[in-house]
């Protein structure tokens, strides 16, 4: 029996929400148990798919977990661009970012476990970053006495150091909950004063 040009024109759009019912299920999937850890059959049972689409869309588990980094790391580079001009206000609404969606900071966390190269798209994406920082310590908004991979480093330490801290360290914070609000907001102050002490200008 022929196909219908509705058909037709609904397969794209059908084809287009399970992609993406996948790599949301994988996204839980990998920043709860890694790589290693992930497993084929419990991200096709949480999309509700056919595991085989998986391997049709996607290729295997690595090339999966690739295209979870690319997406959910592309999407915090748009949320939070990067402002090398103000490296205090980049440090402020990177750590909000990442507190609100605590499994980009599990994700990174994986990869850098469990995997040891470094795939170009990270490789140009830092380096434009430290191209960035450079201009701006030629411009004199930045530590020019700094090498810029070393403030890089520093800085991205400096966002993630409450969220990856030790739960008993900030279980004896000021707060009951670490990770309240106001508790959150408390830290959020403290690190956008050191960026501004450590990495502005002289």
């Not at 170009?120 to 960035?132: D, F, T, V, W």
Request: charged residues 30%.
């Amino acid at each position: 029996m022929a196909t219908s040009a509705r058909e037709t024109a609904s397969r794209p759009r059908d084809a287009k929400a399970t992609q993406e019912r996948l790599l949301l299920a994988a996204v839980d999937e990998f920043a709860e148990r890694g790589l290693a850890g992930a497993r084929i059959d419990r991200i096709a049972e949480r999309a509700d798919a056919n595991k085989r689409l998986i391997y049709a869309y996607f290729g295997n588990k690595d090339d999966l977990f690739d295209a979870v980094l690319a997406r959910t790391l592309g999407v915090l580079t748009e949320s939070v661009p990067f402002t090398p001009e103000d490296l205090p206000g980049y440090a402020g609404a990177l750590f909000d970012e990442l507190a609100r969606q605590p499994k980009v900071l599990q994700l990174a966390t994986w990869r850098n476990f469990e995997r040891t190269a470094a795939s170009e798209r990270e490789r140009a994406s830092y380096a434009g970053k430290l191209a960035a920082i450079k201009r701006a310590q030629r411009a004199g908004t930045a530590d020019a006495a700094i090498p810029a991979p070393d403030l890089l480093a520093m800085l991205m330490s400096l966002v993630t150091s409450w969220l990856s801290a030790p739960t008993a360290l900030k279980e004896l914070g000021r707060s009951a909950d670490p990770m309240a609000a106001r508790r959150l907001r408390q830290h959020r102050q403290a690190l956008v004063e050191v960026v501004a002490r450590a990495f502005g200008p002289r």
